[in-house]
């Protein structure tokens, strides 16, 4: 699906939500059916979630050569936020490691390949129906923002214009390790905790490089656990599900996995990053938005 088509469906209010449970009466979102375990996936024109088994019977795709780790992400220090909007069209803010500056769209805008450069994207006030939060990666004079956004491919950036755009802060940084199967959670660079996972085996490995919290989804089935963390990565292993068309990352409960994470974290997901249901409210916390490295 191109871009112009997926921002057109999240305009429509499509929503990635899983379904493994049959749909709920009187929800307006869409659901499909999800095969159990950990991929969640987007259809080509309805959004959708699909948790993919970890099981080798089950895999659809040969092994994608991962990426190299992640580089830290760009943040700004909340008390250089004070401008307004209009301020920071004269001027960038100054840039540190505390938080993360996020975007917060206004409406959709045109995106741009660099400051005053051509327009080469358009970024989505929503994405399934739900508000863009997009972390800002750099800042140029002139009120220039640098954003990633959620679409593939992996780490797709554009630059839009402030003004376009209300600018908050997360202090929470998410860092997730495939090689050591754990999950960091950071908060204003100190470490809240670490956790055992289960990240993608080896014919469907999590993607390695750094991404974002899109969105948080209410889970249909306590397998998943509190809620579903909808991020912005991508399976390369898997480029369509059932010919869904996508088949986006996220992190969620363990799908009835919690033996086979143990303590020491494993490799059995299709991609997705399973955690055991206790740790996985310790995340709950976190805003969309907030960056995610993954790295390994």
Known sequence: MTDDDHGQAAQQGRVVV??????RRGSRRRRVVVAAAVLIVVSGSIASVAALSGSPGERRAAPAPSTSGSHGSTTIDP???????????????????????????????????????????????TWHGLPSALPVIATAPGGWLRVRLPQ???ELTAWIRSGDAVLTTTPYRIVVNVRTAHLQLFKSNRLLGDFPVGVGAQYTPTPTGQYFVAFIEPPLSPAYGAFIMITSAHSRAITSWDGTGDAIIG??????????????????????????????????????????????
């Open 18 to 23: 899983p379904a493994e449970a049959s749909p």
């Open 152 to 154: 593939r491919p992996d």
């Open 79 to 125: 008390q250089r936020l004070r401008p307004s909007s209009a301020a920071l069209q004269q001027s960038a803010p100054v840039l540190s490691s505390a938080v993360t500056l996020v975007a917060r769209m206004k409406g959709t805008f045109p995106g741009y390949s660099q400051p005053g450069g051509r327009v080469d994207a358009r970024v989505w006030a």
């Open 251 to 296: 992190i969620h409960g363990p799908i009835g996995a919690d033996a086979e994470i143990g303590t020491t974290g494993a490799h059995i997901s299709n991609g997705c990053v399973r955690m055991h249901n206790v740790d996985l409210l310790k995340l709950a916390q976190v805003p969309p938005g907030s960056p995610i490295d993954v790295v390994g």
